[in-house]
């Protein structure tokens, strides 16, 4: 946000910066109202857990913080959003350069049909973010340390990517998400095709992640969002219902209807 004389303020909660301030956002498929009204303030440099029975719109709203609805011919968003301060839907903003500034990683691990060097390259390689070879592999190479999986590939870059187990090929999308030098990360429920030892080092690997990035993520498990999360936002049937602190929303939810789904009555 800026004031009158063009200087940088912030937003502060506690310590923390607000690094995406959404304000009446309504997202509309067709008829169906899947997202009412919705106005939340996500921290910089903090893990925000969205979490919901199913349908109530966590992956549509979390779709809207970096314009992938954009791809969907029916969805219609309105109201305010806001990356440090700058509008995201203005007509001058450019989805390609905001999916490089708000990176995502999808259920499904989806590596391209190139090799391991090749798949962290891609996003530099077209955002010009390298001036020649021996900076694109400085960063490659910082991506992969980045998402913890270095080691594991680094005698062996040009092998394929989908050739690597399931969370390795996760880890592989968050080098990919990293490697343009993003703010914010996206991760539409990241582990659900994972087993749990994979599951536990992408969680891991999460919680250092929000050293230098605003995280969001979408989980269905409760015991993932109070493991990964600082912040959660429950939705229900499209409304955001509640939004604090991971631990007071688990311990000590103001709504009934948080409380019914953590306590597994609804959801
Ligand atoms: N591409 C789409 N086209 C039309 N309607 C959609 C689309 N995606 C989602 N919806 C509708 O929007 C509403 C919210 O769906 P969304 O997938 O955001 O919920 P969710 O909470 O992420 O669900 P889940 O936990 O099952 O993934 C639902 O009514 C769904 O049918």
Not at 176 to 193: G, H, I, K, Q
Not at 201 to 222: A, G, K
Not at 247 to 252: G, H
Request: net charge negative.
């Amino acid at each position: 946000m800026y004031d009158a004389d063009h200087n940088r303020t912030e937003t502060r909660v506690g310590q923390k910066d607000i690094k995406i301030s959404c304000k009446d956002v309504q997202v509309y498929y067709g008829t169906n109202h899947a997202i009412k009204d919705v106005s939340v303030e996500i921290e910089d440099k903090t893990v925000t857990a969205f979490i919901g029975p199913s349908g109530c719109g966590k992956s549509t709203f979390l779709r809207c913080l970096n314009r992938m609805n954009d791809t969907i011919d029916i969805a219609r968003i309105e109201g305010d959003i806001l990356i440090d301060g700058e509008d995201i839907y203005d007509k001058r903003v450019d989805p390609v350069q905001l999916r490089a500034k708000v990176g995502m990683v999808f259920q499904k691990p989806n590596p391209f049909p190139k090799s391991i060097y090749d798949n962290v390259a891609y996003g530099p390689k077209i955002h010009g973010l390298a001036k020649n070879k021996a900076e694109l592999d400085d960063i490659v190479e910082r991506a992969l340390k980045r998402a913890a999986i270095w080691d594991e590939v680094k005698d062996r870059l040009d092998a394929s990517g989908t050739g690597l187990s399931g969370g390795q090929q996760q880890r592989l999308c968050i080098a990919r998400a990293v490697a343009t030098e993003p703010e914010v990360l996206l991760m539409d429920e990241p582990c659900s095709a994972l087993d749990p030892i994979a599951t536990g080092q992408v969680e891991e690997l999460i919680d250092e992640l929000r050293q230098n990035y605003s995280v969001v993520i979408v989980t269905h498990s409760m015991q993932q969002a109070a493991r990964v999360s600082q912040k959660t936002a429950f939705f229900h049937l499209g409304d955001l219902v509640e939004y604090g602190e991971t631990e007071k929303i688990f311990t000590n939810p103001q709504d009934s209807r948080t409380e019914s789904y953590i306590t597994g009555r609804i959801g």
